[in-house]
């Protein structure tokens, strides 16, 4: 039982991002890296977000980039290793908009495809995203033909999807916020809209507040 965490790390006066694997007391794994932590080689990363572990355990981290219109994954394996064969030298690099990009959750399903949400920022307007990536970080073509959606719920300029889960019957639900708005939509396995759910995929709550999670 290992606890992994991901984030900004700070070394002589360098800032840069790590991957840090604990045993089930708190304490620094030995066996993972290097003394427990994992530099990731990158310096155009801002800060590493979020991680997933994929069915053979090896660890997805998500990362933003510090211009703003891109994010990155990279791959460790369990030894704390980065993974050569994924991307360059480990890493991916994704820009999907000319926009502003900003990622907020990733997982992984049961088939090790990567999903990840969040919002894109074009003019003044944010968008909710969702993206979907094979297991080698290739953009999905049997996800909304090109593996990325995006949809504006009426005239809200600010909105986003925080949260994801994937169902047993393999749909998808994300959840998020418009504007004041709770926001939970939900999508095919293709990418295409379950209109069976809610108001053609989707329910809003009026009450006001953030969605930020999904049970």
């Known amino acids: 039982d290992r606890i992994i965490l991901a984030g900004k790390s700070y070394s002589s006066q360098t800032y840069g991002s790590a991957v840090v694997c604990l045993d089930e007391y708190g304490n620094l794994d030995p066996s993972f890296g290097n003394g427990g932590i994992c530099a990731i ?80 920022t074009a003019t003044i307007d944010q968008n909710p995203f969702l993206i979907r990536l094979t297991p080698d970080g ?29 169902e047993e019957d393999k749909k998808i639900l994300v959840g998020g916020f418009s504007e004041d708005s709770l926001l939970l939509c939900s999508f095919r396995d293709d990418g295409s809209i379950d209109s069976a759910f809610g108001n053609y995929g989707n329910v809003k709550d ?10």
């Not at 995006?150 to 986003?160: A, D, V």
């Not at 009026?206 to 049970?215: H, K, L, Q, R, S």
């Open 41 to 120: 080689p990158d310096t155009s990363i801002d800060l590493l977000f979020y991680s997933a572990l994929q069915s053979d355990d090896k660890i997805m981290v998500l990362g933003h980039n510090y211009d703003g219109n891109s994010f990155l994954i990279a791959r460790i394996n369990t030894d704390g290793v980065i993974d050569s064969t994924f991307g360059l030298n480990g890493i991916l690099t994704y820009q999907f908009w000319s926009g502003y990009l900003a990622p907020f959750a990733m997982i992984t399903d049961p088939a090790d495809n990567i999903l990840i949400s969040g919002a894109i």
């Open 138 to 166: 290739l953009c999905d073509s049997s996800f909304n033909q090109n593996g990325f959606l995006s949809i504006s719920y009426g005239t809200e300029s600010f909105e986003r999807w925080g949260a994801i889960v994937v």
């Open 206 to 215: 009026y009450f006001g507040g953030y969605g930020t999670g999904i049970a």
